[in-house]
């Protein structure tokens, strides 16, 4: 009847973390995220700098991204990143 789910269901979020280079980096990242409440697992790919965080629950992406910036790093998430931005201007400024 109800649509609330009887237990939550874990969410994954990804993110792209620039300036790791070595496993301590990767793990001052993976401790500082991990702290943040609802957060179950962290994964960090040093090669790649991608960050996948498993959490109970949606985390806001500022909340990781300060995580990351806690550590030392910064994070993008990942969905933005992979996306183009238009220019804010719709033609480019050609038709005002
Ligand atoms: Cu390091």
Do not use: I, K, N, W
């Amino acid at each position: 009847m109800s649509t609330a789910p009887s237990h939550p269901v874990p969410v994954r979020a990804e993110f792209t973390v620039t300036g790791m280079t070595c496993a301590h980096c990767v793990a001052s990242v993976t401790e500082e995220v991990g702290a943040l409440p609802g957060v179950e697992s962290v994964d960090v790919d040093l090669a790649t700098g991608a960050l996948a965080v498993t959490s109970a629950g949606p985390l806001a992406p500022a909340a990781v991204a300060a995580a990351v910036e806690e550590a030392g790093y910064t994070a993008t998430p990942a969905a933005q990143a992979g996306t183009t931005e238009p220019p804010a201007a719709c033609c480019g400024g050609a038709c005002h």
